[in-house]
């Protein structure tokens, strides 16, 4: 038996693995305004705030709080060490995947 | 040293499944609808133009103002659309794409501006051009711009088709000309609308593909 590649687990949950694939799909410095990702994603505002946290307290995500005409609007993006997990991520997938393919 | 990831009912193939899906709702959501655009531009080529090359034979009592204005109506439709889909997808978005997409959005108006500019220049000179040299000129122009353009856009955003149907509209605009008057209308209704529309085409597979019901 080949080692099984170890999953993320700060990405491998239905709801983080959604958000960091929308915004991995960004271009690289690209942000992303929180009610817009939220559209992205269908997902509630309180839902994804805790989300959210779980992803930046990891340090994959950067958040930048700014005003737009007065409005307080919270801008998201991934780190660079974000974008590196989640290419980790995809690829542990992926030989993970292969590991199993001969076996159906 | 437990697996951490086993535990979870999250399996790999799902997991694939579900960045697969997001990742297109994000390309749908974020992105312009190529088809629309695309199929908008085919369309306003193809019976705009199809339109003037109609009304210089004198088809159907179709005279040359109703024609003009079809087409007018037809690009400015076509522009509309374009507007709405660009604002659309980038709501919500900054960083360097914005940039991108601003520097991309003024080469379209200093293009279109300084063909306006050549185009009043050549009417003022003594004589200006005969209506046939307009009616070879006037669209030959543009599509210049066109075309240009779009093999700015494809080579910035890596996108071949875009770049190929750069060449292809300037390859059109060239033979378009030397098709002379009225020829050159239906050289540009034909492969000029035909190439956008072939486009609209190759996008909505991709889209098909892209997408699983």
Redesign the interface.
């Known amino acids: 038996m080949t080692t099984?590649p170890?999953?993320d687990?700060v990405i491998?949950?239905?709801a983080r693995?959604?958000v960091m694939?929308?915004l991995a799909?960004?271009?690289?410095?690209?942000?992303?305004?929180f009610?817009?990702?939220q559209?992205?994603?269908d997902m509630t505002a309180g839902n994804l705030s805790t989300h959210l946290r779980k992803l930046e307290d990891a340090g994959y995500l950067e958040i930048t709080k700014t005003h737009e005409r007065r409005t307080p609007v919270t801008?998201l993006?991934l780190t660079r060490q974000g974008r590196r997990a989640f290419e980790d991520y995809?690829a542990a997938?992926?030989t993970?995947?292969a590991g199993?393919g001969n076996g159906q | 040293m437990t697996?951490?990831?086993?535990t979870?009912d999250?399996s790999?193939?799902k997991?694939?499944a579900?960045?697969e899906e997001?990742?297109g709702?994000?390309?749908r959501?974020?992105e312009p609808n190529a088809v629309l655009l695309f199929g908008a531009w085919g369309l306003a080529w193809l019976i705009g133009f199809a339109g003037i090359y109609a009304a210089d034979r004198g088809w159907a009592g179709l005279s040359e103002l109703v024609a003009g204005l079809l087409f007018f109506a037809l690009l400015m439709t076509a522009l509309v659309v374009t507007a709405v889909q660009v604002v659309r997808s980038a709501?919500?978005?900054?960083?360097?794409?914005?940039e991108i997409g601003a520097m991309y959005g003024w080469s379209w108006l200093l293009g279109f501006g300084c063909l306006f500019a050549i185009n009043a220049g050549l009417a003022r000179q003594d004589g200006g051009l005969t209506d046939e040299q307009w009616a070879l000129f006037g669209p030959a122009g543009a599509l210049l711009v066109v075309g240009l353009v779009y093999l700015g856009g494809g080579a910035m955003w890596r996108d071949r088709v875009q770049y190929r149907l750069g060449v292809w509209i300037l390859a059109t605009d060239a033979v378009s000309v030397f098709a002379g008057v009225p020829g050159n209308y239906l050289v540009l209704a034909l492969a000029g609308g035909g190439g956008f529309l072939a486009a609209a085409a190759w996008f909505t597979v991709q889209r098909r593909r892209a997408v699983p019901a």
């Not at chain 1, 799909?25 to 942000?31: C, I, N, P, S, T």
């Not at chain 2, 697996?3 to 086993?6: I, K």
């Not at chain 2, 709501?91 to 914005?98: E, W």
Request: no cysteine; net charge positive; glycine share 8%.
């Open positions: 099984v170890e999953l687990p491998h949950a239905q693995l959604r694939t929308s799909a960004l271009a690289e410095g690209d942000r992303i305004a009610p817009r990702l559209q992205v994603l801008y993006g995809t997938l992926r993970l995947l199993s | 697996e951490r990831a086993d979870s999250l790999a193939e997991s694939l579900l960045i997001q990742r709702r994000v390309g959501d974020l709501r919500g978005v900054r960083g360097v794409s914005s």
